[in-house]
């Protein structure tokens, strides 16, 4: 029957060949293409008795377009885009949004055979846009589902189900123009097709997910031991630097200066007198050892230089009669302003303890 069938379209083809010139070669394109949905190799044979020097450009580009089809259709292998690039230069000019998205399509089917992985999906992509602007359902339907097919064998499971849900909402579309009875039946298929596609789209995830999984467990062992190591160098490193930091401390000059105040009972001679260096370096050295003075700035901003100059002599236990001449400032007066920084500057008000006991402790 189907040999009969094939004999029929080429007796009828021949009898249209009588016609003037021209006239039987749109009528064998127009019988083609009809063809093509129901009966691909049929179309396929009738396009081969056509002869393409008797065609125009726009016959040549649909006569392209028509034998790239017929291929896909049949899932032959493409194994050269030179007839659809001639068809796609062609539509590009002439043709309407369905005619382009019709040849972006198939050019897209043809670099898929072909590896062109990138260049593929972007002319997928311009199908959909180009056939999104027409009411052509059936053939927006068509590229979606066979640009899912792409996405899948190219393992991109996230765009390929993206693309079944277009294919769906279209078919829901086509279905409500036509208003036909399988509308629920078409919608069943549509949505078992995604729900297909998304269990393939968690198991593959799922499988990756494991396999990455066991990696990441032999990596985080690893760094474990890593940090581990580097924890106790960081440790030595820390202890090596607080060692240096004291033995610098106790070999300063300045340092030196201010415990030799201690065994000076009255007021110090000329000899103890502070240079302004002097007063920088107690206070850096406190600082870098004690953190004094960032402690000190953080419970009153507002301390002044000679407030923390008083707390890093009593931080060395030098008593306000031995370093009162250094403030330029008597023993009475020096021990009324320390009064005054416990409980007016600082928040010791209620304590027991001296300042100096309190800067001790800091």
């Not at 590229?143 to 190219?154: A, D, F, G, I, T």
């Not at 909402?169 to 078409?186: E, R, W, Y």
């Not at 078992?192 to 396999?211: A, C, E, F, H, P």
């Given at each position: ?6 004999l029929?379209?080429?007796?009828l ?9 021209g006239?039987?070669?749109?009528q ?6 009809q063809?093509?949905?129901q009966?691909?190799?049929?179309a396929?044979?009738l396009?081969?008795s ?9 016959q040549l ?10 291929d ?5 292998l ?28 198939y050019?897209?089917?043809?670099e ?26 059936d053939?927006?339907?068509k590229?979606c589902?066979?640009?899912s ?7 991109n499971?996230?765009?390929?189900l ?11 579309m ?7 009875s ?12 995604v ?9 593959q ?8 999984l ?17 924890a106790?160098q960081?440790t ?6 607080q060692?240096l ?6 070999s ?11 065994e000076?009972?009255h ?22 050892i004690?953190?004094?003075?960032s402690?000190?700035?953080t ?15 009593l ?44 800067v001790?402790?800091?």
């Amino acid at each position: 029957m189907d040999n009969l069938r094939i004999l029929l379209y080429l007796l009828l083809f021949s009898l249209a060949a009588c016609h003037p010139e021209g006239s039987h070669v749109k009528q064998g394109l127009d019988k083609a293409a009809q063809l093509m949905g129901q009966d691909p190799d049929t179309a396929s044979i009738l396009l081969e008795s056509i002869q393409v020097d008797q065609m125009n450009e726009a016959q040549l580009a649909e006569y392209y377009l028509l034998r790239t089809q017929a291929d896909e259709d049949k899932n032959v292998l493409h194994t050269s885009d030179e007839q659809i690039q001639k068809a796609v230069l062609y539509f590009e000019k002439h043709g309407n949004a369905y005619d382009k998205s019709k040849a972006y399509y198939y050019l897209a089917c043809v670099e898929s055979d072909l590896g062109r992985k990138e260049e593929a999906g972007t002319h997928f992509m311009e199908a959909i846009r180009l056939a999104a602007l027409t009411e052509k359902y059936d053939h927006l339907t068509k590229v979606c589902k066979r640009c899912s097919l792409y996405y899948q064998r190219n393992g991109n499971f996230d765009e390929a189900l993206e693309m079944e849900r277009k294919a769906y909402a279209s078919q829901l579309m086509l279905n409500d123009t036509k208003q036909q009875s399988p509308l629920l039946l078409s919608s069943a298929l549509g949505v078992l097709g995604v729900l297909s596609l998304l269990l393939g789209v968690i198991w593959q995830k799922n499988r990756s997910v494991r396999s990455q999984l066991s990696f990441f467990k032999e990596e985080m062992l690893s760094k474990r031991v890593e940090s581990d190591q580097l924890a106790l160098q960081c440790t030595h490193l820390e202890e090596k630097n607080q060692s240096l930091q004291i033995q610098i401390y106790e070999s300063s000059p300045v340092i030196s200066k201010v415990r030799r105040l201690k065994e000076r009972v009255h007021t110090p001679s000329k000899a103890f007198a502070f240079t302004e260096n002097d007063w920088c370096e107690l206070l850096q050295l406190q600082e870098n050892i004690y953190g004094l003075v960032s402690k000190l700035k953080t419970m009153n901003p507002k301390l002044t230089e000679e407030d923390l100059r008083v707390c890093a002599f009593l931080r060395e236990g030098i008593q306000p009669s031995c370093f009162a001449d250094l403030m330029k400032s008597s023993s009475e007066t020096l021990t009324r302003r320390i009064s005054r920084i416990k409980t007016e500057k600082l928040p010791f008000a209620d304590s027991k303890e001296s300042l100096e006991e309190i800067v001790k402790s800091l």
